[in-house]
């Protein structure tokens, strides 16, 4: 089946422990991309990927890293988690030339 | 940088037609995405306009004008599944790649 996957769906950490979300595809899609959703502010940008080793800064990328070392995976790196960064985290993917992403199913973070 | 208008909410009767506005505001215009999202579910991708005029994909409709930088989607005899919330969505060609930036969402109510 042909989807995107974040792994974990659910996690509750403390501030300044580093944490991986991970997000693999499996359609070859070249963009991929982390967005945060937040009441009241809709999805917002974190990073995007346009293909491997070429990554780019969304408009929230500040506490985020990424890094695009195959073109399944994108990873989401916290280095050191604070609460403001307690939110609904998506991962999304799309090939080339076409303009539909596909988005993982979430993962909730809360950071305390 | 580019921004996106939407209401924030919409109730409307099953089985009558609701039209849900956004206007945006872009350096560089690339195309208009609509997206659907159920309660506790990931963004599903529903129509994209690049050129002006109508586009139809069953019981959704989606409209742009880029001379007027406003697009619709329109959504015909609703059904109670059809309750979730929406979000355009805008590309922006002369940032020299292709995120893709959010409107807040309008949230949709089907009623009895």
């Known amino acids: 089946e042909a989807q995107v996957t974040q792994n974990p769906r659910y996690l509750i950490t403390v501030t300044g422990k580093k944490l991986t979300v991970t997000c693999s595809q499996n359609?070859?899609?070249?963009?991929m991309s982390w967005y945060r959703q937040d009441p009241g502010l809709g999805l917002r940008q974190i990073y995007y990927s346009m293909n491997v080793e070429v990554t780019d800064k969304g408009d929230v990328p500040e506490g985020y890293k990424v890094s695009r070392k195959e073109k399944r995976n994108f990873p989401l790196i916290l280095e050191s988690p604070s609460p403001n960064q307690t939110s609904l985290y998506f991962c999304?993917?799309?090939?080339?030339?076409?303009?539909?992403?596909?988005f993982g199913s979430g993962t909730r973070l809360t950071v305390v | 940088g580019q921004s996106l208008e939407q209401p924030s909410e919409v109730t409307a009767v099953e089985g009558a037609i609701v039209q849900i506005n956004c206007t945006y505001q872009?350096?560089?215009?690339?195309?208009l995405s609509w997206y659907q999202q159920h309660d506790g579910g990931a963004p599903t991708f529903l129509s994209y306009?690049?050129?002006?005029g109508l586009e139809e994909t069953g019981r959704f409709s989606s409209f742009l004008s880029r001379s007027d930088s406003y697009g619709y989607l329109l959504l015909q005899e609703l059904q109670m599944k059809d309750s979730a919330s929406y979000f355009c969505a805008v590309r922006d060609r002369n940032s020299g790649n292709t995120p893709l930036v959010f409107g807040k969402g309008t949230r949709l109510s089907v009623i009895a």
């Open positions: 359609m070859n899609h070249e963009y």
């Open positions: 999304a993917s799309r090939p080339q030339g076409a303009p539909g992403y596909t």
């Open positions: 872009t350096s560089g215009f690339y195309g």
């Open positions: 306009n690049a050129l002006d």
